[in-house]
């Protein structure tokens, strides 16, 4: 008998690779059975749906990378250190990158559209846990007199969301670390304009 957590960490892990990589609605199940050495029966047995499916691995795939970010974070003692910590990761993406086809949440907002709710959602409440850790560790910047008190960390966490993913894009797309590169060099002058 198998246990029932490893075979839906399994799907969950294979899943990910061929969504993160082909696609979510380019990937079929058949594609999934024959990755994971499952059954149609076995996976829709742990996940209702398809759309069940790309949810949980788009939210199984955004924790792997929050993961890979929080060791990051807490690694460093100040808000201006955690924010060019998270620079650095992503600069990395395209040549290192820590999941195979690249960013979760880019890969998804670029596939999703009104024709897939459930992975619309799943996206925006990725995307709404980053911009929240974001502004957190802006504000605590602001609170601990490391960042300007009038400092907009809403405007700035979109700002690093935007242009990290923008970079990483454009950076992908043409098969090199130059436009993510640009991106982090302006990020870090814009962190400078507002340190203390």
């Given at each position: 008998m198998r246990?029932?957590?490893a075979t839906r960490e399994t799907i969950l892990k294979k899943s990910g690779v061929l969504f993160n990589t082909q696609?979510?609605?380019?990937t079929?199940?058949?594609q999934i059975t024959d990755a994971t050495g499952f059954t149609k029966g076995a996976i829709y047995r742990h996940f209702g749906s398809k759309d069940d499916l790309e949810k949980e691995t788009l939210a199984f795939l955004s924790n792997i990378l929050f993961e890979k970010l929080r060791v990051i974070i807490v690694q460093e003692k100040n808000a201006v250190d955690k924010l060019r910590g998270i620079f650095k990761f992503f600069e990395s993406y395209i040549s290192n990158p820590p999941l195979k086809g690249g960013c979760p949440l880019l890969n998804a907002a670029i596939e999703v559209d009104d024709a897939h709710p459930a992975l619309r959602k799943e996206a925006v409440k990725t995307l709404a846990v980053l911009k929240k850790?974001?502004?957190t560790i802006l504000q605590n910047g602001i609170d601990h007199k490391q960042l300007k008190p009038d400092t907009d960390v809403a405007f700035f966490a979109t700002l690093i969301i935007a242009a990290?993913?923008?970079?990483?894009?454009?950076?992908k797309l043409e098969g090199n670390n130059n436009d993510i590169r640009k991106m982090i060099k302006h990020l870090n002058d814009q962190?400078?304009?507002i340190m203390l």
């Open positions: 246990d029932p957590e696609g979510y609605k380019a079929s199940i058949s850790s974001l502004v990290l993913e923008g970079g990483i894009m454009m950076s962190l400078e304009m």
